[in-house]
């Protein structure tokens, strides 16, 4: 079993910025990929950014490149997603999450909220 810690969210307005921060526990060492995924009211939940081990190789949704940097410290278990740039649309709950080679771990959620 892997157990997040999730933090950052918060209320923002447009062309600000915030940190996401996510603390695994448990069975970190089976841990391959982490990332955010978020869903947005009435929307289905989608990936934001992910990263394998140590943060050799990322991937982002192409709404948030040139926006989003994540980071994944392996010492600390930790992933993190700095958003810059922020805009109403990406208003959403925020998951963090891992995976393994037999299931996903998914985060709590913490909630994002871009408005003036």
């Known amino acids: 079993q892997v157990q997040f810690v999730e933090s950052g969210g918060g209320l923002v307005q447009p062309g600000g910025s915030l940190r996401l921060s996510c603390a695994a526990s448990?069975?970190?060492?089976?841990?391959?990929?982490m990332g955010w995924y978020r869903q947005a009211p009435g929307k289905q939940r989608e990936l934001v950014a992910s990263?394998?081990?140590?943060?050799?190789?990322?991937a982002y949704a192409d709404f948030v490149k040139g926006r989003f940097t994540i980071a994944r410290d392996n010492a600390k278990n930790t992933v993190y997603l700095q958003m810059n740039s922020l805009k109403p649309e990406d208003t959403a709950v925020y998951y963090c999450?891992?995976?393994?080679?037999?299931?996903?771990?998914w985060g709590q959620g913490t909630q994002v909220t871009v408005s003036s």
């Open positions: 448990g069975s970190t060492l089976s841990i391959n990929r």
């Open positions: 990263a394998t081990s140590g943060g050799r190789t990322t």
């Open positions: 999450y891992a995976n393994t080679l037999a299931v996903t771990y």
